[in-house]
């Protein structure tokens, strides 16, 4: 692109720079390229870029298999017999966000989410097949924001005796 807004305004002749370009390779281009090429130069260059490669494929293994790791303990605490629920839903929590990482493949992320829909998914232990997990994230929200309401409300109620909630209130002095 350069090369012909160059030759557009008139600054270089584009068929001649071409041609003196193959005459530049041909007498200095490639001699220096094939010496370099069988050099102690080249030898290292080509290990640094072989380490290199070598180094962001092993890193990506091991983060595969941590993430591996991270899904087998996952499954285990959830279907392992003795399980408390407050273990299966931990368990099932970390397998549906251990689906939406990257440090998994598309491939791995879907093989766990068929292991995922053939394990049941039943923490209320009630038999049924609908999705235990989509009520419990409601609840869930509706908690926390239960929370939150109570949690402003309490600070309303400090700002109103005005006493914050870093000091003692005056009855338990």
Known sequence: MTIVTLQLLGIVDVPAWWQSLGVWWRDAGWPWTSAWLVSPGFGGFAAVVAASLAFGGSRHQVRLNAWWQRVEWALNLYVKPNATSIEREAG????????????????????????????????????LEQDDWADAEARDEAEHDALLDANAEGRADAEREGSSEDEPSSEAR
């Not at 791995?108 to 829909?117: G, N, Q």
């Open 92 to 127: 099932a929590a970390a397998v549906v966000e251990l689906q939406t990482t990257r440090l998994a493949r598309r491939a791995d992320r879907a093989f766990l989410a068929e292991v995922a829909r053939a394990v049941t998914f039943d923490p209320n232990g009630d038999g």
